[in-house]
């Protein structure tokens, strides 16, 4: 017991006012740079090369951690006489504090290092998460940050990566598959509406030449519902790129004499 | 004409001329200043007289021009003149590209000096034994009935028997075969080849042989070599920057002259390396649409430019384009890509992530 209490005071040995007051310093300096290279990748980002955007993006929650375990292993030689008897006190107690205190943060935390490592998103992604759909603007210690078509931003922890899956529409890559929905009377032969969706796409200023494009149709009861798959070679112009394809495909389709099925009709069905 | 290319190369294998790997990280770092705005130009050789003045009468003459046209002709008759004269050959359809920084009548000239029949219009003519396309600029049109147009025209160039050269730029040619694979009728695309620093120096020293061209930045006689190595890395530089297209390298070199006023170095000519511009600030998204549709389509009319960009252009934005060099219009009222941005537009759109094909 006499043992345990030599311990804890020889782990406390070195806490002093100045101590404290170097550590704040370093953390606050920490703190501070990690900020500045919050704000600064970011628009270094939108500078360079498309290929080097999301690379650099990347880097700011990689930055974070390095940042977080520098300061950590300046800090706590300060505060704490570390010999491996205290470190195992200090781990201990940590590990208690996080079991029961802290547990929905720890394992945010932790599931945001996993999150770093396996990428199942990384900044600048486009992803779906439960029915959140939106661009990770950032990745924190707790949470992702998601920006939605609708200018919302949504927090949502990491910790939903042990229970949900993740779709991620661009996995890292600078584009996306884009589709646009069209509902078509099924009272006409199928001919040539591949075709004309196709020309539809190709004209797109939007379009990644490389990628495929693809028209796939299937009955529904109330049509034919057609979607018109390309990618676009930029993924912040998706929605353009669908708005294009969807006014377009409408416009060309009607000029072919196909009927658009309405909502209202079908309402009044 | 020493160092100069004795032959057309194959599409894909074009050799763009290479800088130096330190002077390609100074550029990137220069473009980044000035992405950044830290750019404040204040770079010159101690060297540098402080009064010269900028040219305003070109430095080059006909002579110069009509040396090169008669090199690519040249060029051009030893690629295709067997196989134009052939009787029967299986190589019905054959193209041959050029950098889009090119003059765009180039081949139209080369054809017309030949007497060979072109199809300005891009409508072929199945009574011809051979014809020239000149230009791609009839077949790119991104919208459904140029696309329409383009089809006829293949269909065509199958069933007809006409003996067909295809001419044109190479983003254009990239376009067209991403579209509609017209590259699939065509049994060999050539390339006008690149000129190299030491060509484009014999290509200066055509008409300035005894002339002293220095460099503002290091103050050495930029076309000096020793042991074959240049004494300046301007021209090395600049054969990089314009992809080795000789036009657009002597355009980028008349732009960049500034002449001595002094009597004693009359005959000395300083050079600055060239000051791209870059596009409107806030609207480098719109100006980077409008680039690309009016490189894909050669010659663009303003008023087609809502029938192929579903964007609302800022006004003003196709005046600040041509104040800033990246625009004009031609002869027919068509907006075209100034010949020697090319290359630059090109990396603009490259980098923007623009698909802008293979060279």
């Known amino acids: ?269 | 004409m020493e160092h100069f290319p004795k032959s057309l190369v194959s599409f894909p294998d074009y050799p763009k001329p290479q800088t130096r790997a330190t002077n390609r990280v100074r550029d990137a770092f220069l473009r980044l200043r000035r992405n950044l705005h830290l750019d404040n130009g204040e770079d010159e050789s101690d060297l540098v007289p402080d009064d010269l003045q900028s040219v305003t009468s070109p430095i080059f003459g006909q002579e110069t021009f009509d040396r090169l046209d008669e090199h690519v002709f040249g060029l051009l008759d030893d690629s295709f003149a067997d196989w134009v004269e052939e009787e029967d050959t299986p190589h019905r359809v054959c193209a041959c590209l050029s950098l889009p920084s090119a003059p765009s009548d180039l081949f139209q000239r080369w054809a017309e000096s030949r007497g060979h029949a072109t199809l300005e219009d891009g409508k072929l003519d199945g009574r011809l034994r051979f014809a020239v396309l000149p230009s791609l600029d009839p077949l790119c049109e991104r919208s459904p009935s140029g696309l329409e147009r383009l089809r006829r025209f293949c269909e065509k160039a199958e069933t007809d028997k006409t003996r067909l050269l295809l001419c044109g730029s190479t983003i254009q040619w990239s376009f067209i075969h991403w579209i509609c694979g017209l590259d699939l009728l065509v049994s060999d695309v050539r390339m006008i080849p690149p000129l190299d620093a030491a060509a484009l120096a014999s290509l200066l020293a055509i008409e300035h042989d005894a002339h002293c061209f220095k460099s503002v930045k290091s103050g050495a006689a930029i076309l000096n070599t020793e042991d074959g190595e240049f004494a300046d890395d301007y021209m090395i530089d600049l054969a990089a920057d314009v992809w080795g297209c000789p036009w657009a390298a002597l355009e980028v070199f008349e732009h960049s002259v500034t002449r001595n006023v002094s009597a004693e170095e009359a005959d000395v000519t300083w050079l600055d390396r060239y000051d791209w511009p870059a596009l409107p600030m806030n609207h480098t998204r719109d100006a980077r649409f409008l680039l690309h549709a009016v490189l894909i389509h050669g010659g663009l009319a303003p008023q087609d430019i809502a029938n192929v960009l579903p964007l609302t252009l800022p006004y003003g934005l196709l005046r600040a384009l041509k104040r800033r060099g990246f625009l004009c219009m031609d002869d027919t009222g068509h907006l075209r890509i100034v010949p020697h941005m090319a290359s630059h537009v090109h990396r603009v759109l490259r980098e923007a992530g623009f698909p802008v094909g293979e060279v």
């Open chain 1, 1 to 269: 017991m006499e043992d345990r209490a030599d311990q804890i005071r020889s782990l406390f040995e070195d806490f002093g006012t100045w101590n404290i007051l170097q550590a704040v310093t370093i953390a606050v300096l920490f703190i501070l740079l990690y900020k500045l290279v919050k704000i600064a990748l970011p628009r270094l980002a939108e500078l360079l090369p498309t290929n080097l955007r999301i690379m650099v993006l990347n880097a700011v929650p990689l930055a974070r951690i390095v940042l977080m375990l520098a300061a950590l292993l300046l800090i706590i030689p300060l505060l704490f006489d570390v010999t491996v008897e205290n470190l195992v006190l200090i781990l201990g107690t940590i590990g208690v504090a996080l079991g029961f205190a802290l547990k929905d943060f720890a394992t945010s935390a932790f599931a945001g290092l996993v999150a770093v490592y396996e990428k199942p998103y990384r900044s600048g992604d486009w992803v779906r998460i439960g029915d959140d759909y939106g661009e990770v603007i950032e990745i924190g210690l707790r949470a992702v940050e998601l920006r939605t078509a609708d200018d919302d931003v949504v927090t949502i922890p990491h910790s939903r990566i042990w229970s949900e899956n993740i779709i991620n529409s661009n996995n890292g890559e600078n584009t996306l598959m884009c589709v646009a929905e069209f509902l078509i009377d099924p009272g006409r032969r199928a001919d040539g509406i591949s075709d004309l969706l196709k020309d539809v796409a190709l004209t797109s200023p939007f379009l990644d030449w490389e990628r495929p494009i693809v028209v796939v149709m299937r009955n529904e009861s109330c049509g034919t519902r057609v979607l018109l798959r390309a990618y676009p070679f930029e993924i912040r112009d998706q929605f353009a790129f669908i708005s294009d394809l969807t006014a377009r495909g409408r416009d060309a389709l009607v000029g072919a004499g196909i009927r658009i099925v309405r909502m209202p009709e079908l309402a009044g069905e």
